[in-house]
């Protein structure tokens, strides 16, 4: 029955008429569901299976009952008796029931501590607010369950330090897309001529770009238009219109010439517009990028960047931030954990469950913008980088983690640069399973061609890589060790005899990725 329910649990389907005996298969419970509940079994009975089994040996609710009865750990001892102080009353009236009427009530007792602590919680949640908007002066501490109301798998959180914190919070790495609006702040006559002079200077340069800005922009919706607004230099808030690129000089449509110190955010190795690389681009329009059959490049360039990196296998996508998305997709399908550690001043893109920050008066992980529900980044914990608290929490929480990412060295500090704090994560993780992931997107190649990995003489298990891999088109590549990465295709098989894909896999797709520009 409890294999059944967990069925029904997982797959939202009634099963109350289905035959125990009828295999997975003759259900309609295809691989992906079957890896989704190889690892539910694992923590609802503490038995592992394989995806392998499920399809073989274990075929069939009634068979999987009989290999958990057979498996399941033995129930830990009972605690030794101790000396316990009057209960209240409630608790003195369930004493007097039959074990079954007791157990009952105890299960009500603790569903009702879950519902106070999850009322508090989402108290304390207003209160940071009102904190946020002066309402509220001081930090609010958290109030702590009793023991016997914690469940076992309780949401780890970061170190305490920051529930005291009252510094002010430091410079993020999103202020520049802030848009500061409202009335001019009060400046002197010497900062206003200074500002006017400026922004005669920039408009009497670049004014087409700044007309082009203005004709356009009630039909683009363009985040970078806006960023760093601020009343005080409104007229010249407006990003420049490049119109050509070469090497490492942009062009734009004022005929002003630059020298790009940014390298188009990173992803030219080689300058703008390299002839070797506009040479083989044109030669593949010339036959064609069709979508949906395998492109020829795909395998090649795989073997190379294995070859280059150290990585055992890889996989394509269309960006960094996908690259991303997978890794931490393909480490919870592995691990069957959820709970996923990133720290402060690192990139790792831009979709939700990265946007994430540290609450400074509590121990919470908070979005760093609006449309992200709080929901979205429940399973994500900030540390701060390179610090012996972080490793002592990290090891701590191990077994609950299904990674830890890390900018190596982090694109926004530079000068930390922590080897013996990666050596000793390295080792924490890989004693608990989870994956370490390094997030090489700015460092990889730049400094070795292994990367950073190559450099420090750690191994990750999943590393992410973007920009420069593209020469100047989209790309985002994820690699890594097979434990991991079979859970994209399953692991390797062979034609011509009995093998198959092994490992039960996760999901993962896209229309443009492997693209044969």
Known sequence: REVMALFEEVSGENLADVDPNATFLELGFDSLFLGRIVQHIRNRFGVTVTFRQLLNAIPSAAALAEHIAREVPAPAAPPPALSTPALPAPALAAATLPASAASSIEGVMRDQLAAMQSLMRDQLVALERLGQTGSVATAVPTPIAPAAA?????????????????????????????????????????????????????????????????????????????????????????????????????????????????????????????????????????????????????????????????????????????????????????????????????????????????????????????????GSVANMTVLEYGAPASLAWIREHAAELAAVIVEPVQSRHPGLVPRAFLAELREITAASGSALVFDEVVTGFRVHPGGMQAVFDIRADLATYGKVAGGGMPVGILAGTTRFMDALD????????????????????GTFVRHPL
């Not at 996989?315 to 990133?342: K, L, P, Q, Y």
């Not at 692991?491 to 993962?508: E, K």
């Open 150 to 374: 914690v469940p076992a798998a309780a949401t780890p959180r970061a170190p305490e330090s920051a529930a005291s914190d009252t510094s002010p919070e430091p410079p993020s790495r999103f202020d520049a897309f802030k848009i500061t609006s409202g009335p001019k702040a009060d400046v002197t006559p010497a900062q206003q001529a200074h500002i006017d002079a400026l922004i005669a200077q920039t408009v009497a340069r670049t004014g087409g770009s700044k007309g082009r800005t203005a004709a356009h922009r009630a039909v683009l919706a363009d985040p970078r238009v806006a960023a760093g607004f601020r009343t005080e230099w409104k007229e010249m808030v407006y990003p420049i219109t490049c119109v050509r690129a070469k090497g490492s000089r942009l062009w734009d449509i004022d005929g002003n010439e630059y020298i790009d110190l940014l390298n188009g955010f990173g992803q030219t190795a080689f300058g703008h517009s390299p002839d070797f690389v506009v040479d083989a681009v044109n030669a593949q329009l010339a036959d064609g990028f069709a979508i949906g059959p395998q492109t020829d490049l795909a395998g090649q360039v795989a073997e190379l960047f294995c070859e280059m990196t150290g990585n055992a296998r890889v996989t394509f996508c269309n960006t960094g931030s996908e690259a991303v998305m997978a890794a931490m997709r393909v480490a919870r399908t592995v691990t069957g954990r959820d709970m996923i550690v990133v720290f402060d001043g690192a990139y790792h893109g831009q979709f939700d469950e990265v946007l994430v920050k540290s609450a400074r008066r509590s121990t919470r992980s908070l979005p760093v913008a609006a449309g992200i529900p709080n």
């Open 490 to 509: 399953g692991g390797t098989w062979n034609y011509g005899d009995d093998s198959f894909p092994h490992v039960a896999p996760t999901f993962f797709a």
